[in-house]
Each structure stands twice: as structure tokens, then as C-alpha cells.
């Protein structure tokens, strides 16, 4: 059953910590990315790779850090330095070409306590 | 940066009608791209369509595509209660396939 799995589907995080979040997919995809979603702010894309040990920085990417050591695998770290985390996180997949379709996780909602 | 501005952000309408959701773009695109989501869930690919095509179906959904108006319109016909969501567009641009994404419009349908 191929998909992209998220965990966890909830996160709380400390003033402080970092948390990562878990990305994995098994639709052999060369392409992974992380979104983050707040309200009225649609999607907005933190990092992306498009192999592994490749990555490379979105539109936001400050406070956040990455890595893709498997083809399988692409966790999230978002750091202290991260000042405001508390959000909807969402990882999607896709072939590395022009004209193909993402497909996304179930999400992680974080939230600061 | 968003490249695609979906209009309207809020759409309330009874089962049965149909819903149309528009897409506006600023820069040329490879393609645009249609996505639900559910309340608190992942997106869901619905259709994509090449800056080549102007129109696509898929069962009760309906996509146009005018390049020279840079937009876009998603058609949803005899709207169901389950067909309440989100609806967001993406475009993929230049050499990139990485789809960008607008703020979504938020579609309910009353029963």
C-alpha cells in the first residue's frame, strides 16, 4: 500500500527544544518537501530535496533544519531558533520531473507550550 | 512567495448547486494544479492541467486553464455535503516542478 506517512500526527513542544518531525514515503520518489500551513497563509514551502544527501532551502527555511540521508526518508527539525512553530506540518512527495502531481502526508500539528 | 491567488477565499452554497473557485497567477507556468483538503488532513491531488490545454475533466470537476489571463477555474458540478474543504491551487514554473501554492478557498456545502 505506497503512500507518505507523517509522525507524529500531534507534537508539543517546550519553549526551547527542538522536536523533529518523521517523514517517510515508499512510492520511490526522488522529490520531497516540507510545507507549513498556518491559517489564511496557505502552503508555504520550508525545504525541498530532490536527492538524496541533497537539500535545499524554501521560502522559509529560518529556524529549521533537514536532512535526507535515505531516498525513503525526510525528517524535520525545527529548532529553538524557530520563534514562532506552532503550525501545520505537511511533507509531500513527487517524481523529480516538470508536469507531475504531489502527494502528501497526513500532516504534524505542533504546538508551543 | 505564492504564485497563485485562489478567489474566493470563502464559499457557502446548498447541495446540489454548483461551485466554481478561481485561480489567479502573475508569472508563466508548466502547469497548474488543483488540491483538496479535508479539515486538519493532508492535501489531495485532483487535477493538473498543461499550459498547453485549456480545459480537463475528472468526473464532476471541471478545470480551465486561459494563460492569457493567467488563471484559472475550478468548476465543482451537483456540489455534495462531502465535497465540503479546502481547494488550493499550485503552479509549477521555469524549470521547476515544485508547486507553489496559493491561500486556498474554503468551500462549504450545506446539506
Known amino acids: 500500500d505506497g503512500g507518505i506517512t507523517q509522525s507524529p500526527k500531534y507534537l508539543f513542544r517546550k519553549e526551547g527544544q527542538n522536536v523533529t518531525l518523521s517523514c517517510e514515503q515508499n512510492?520511490?520518489?526522488?522529490?520531497m518537501y516540507w510545507y507549513r500551513q498556518d491559517p489564511g497563509q496557505g502552503l508555504r514551502l520550508i525545504y525541498y530535496?530532490?536527492?538524496?544527501?541533497?537539500?535545499q532551502k524554501g521560502d522559509i527555511a529560518e529556524g529549521y533544519s533537514v536532512s535526507r540521508e535515505k531516498k525513503e526518508s525526510f525528517p524535520l527539525t525545527v529548532t529553538s531558533a524557530q520563534k514562532n512553530p506552532t503550525a501545520f506540518y505537511l511533507c509531500?512527495?513527487?517524481?523529480?520531473?516538470?508536469?507531475?502531481?504531489?502527494?502528501f502526508g497526513q500532516g504534524t500539528r505542533l504546538t508551543v507550550v | 512567495s505564492q504564485q497563485g491567488e485562489e478567489d474566493p477565499q470563502a464559499l457557502s452554497i446548498q447541495e446540489g448547486e454548483n461551485a466554481t473557485m478561481n485561480c489567479s497567477y502573475k508569472?508563466?507556468?508548466?502547469?497548474l494544479q488543483w488540491y483538496r483538503q479535508n479539515s486538519g488532513r493532508g492535501l489531495v491531488h485532483l487535477i493538473l492541467?498543461?499550459?498547453?490545454?485549456r480545459e480537463k475533466h475528472s468526473g464532476r470537476l471541471r478545470v480551465t486553464l486561459d494563460t492569457s489571463k493567467k488563471s484559472s477555474s475550478l468548476l465543482i458540478t451537483a456540489s455534495r455535503a462531502a465535497d465540503t474543504a479546502s481547494y488550493f491551487c499550485?503552479?509549477?514554473?521555469?524549470?521547476?516542478?515544485?508547486?507553489?501554492f496559493g491561500r486556498g478557498t474554503s468551500l462549504i456545502v450545506h446539506p
Open positions: 509531500a512527495s513527487s517524481r523529480a520531473s516538470l508536469n507531475t502531481e504531489a502527494f
Open positions: 512510492l520511490n520518489h526522488d522529490a
Open positions: 530535496s530532490q536527492i538524496v544527501n541533497d537539500f
Open positions: 508569472t508563466s507556468i508548466n502547469n
Open positions: 492541467i498543461r499550459s498547453n490545454e
Open positions: 499550485a503552479t509549477g514554473t521555469g524549470g521547476s516542478y515544485i508547486p507553489t
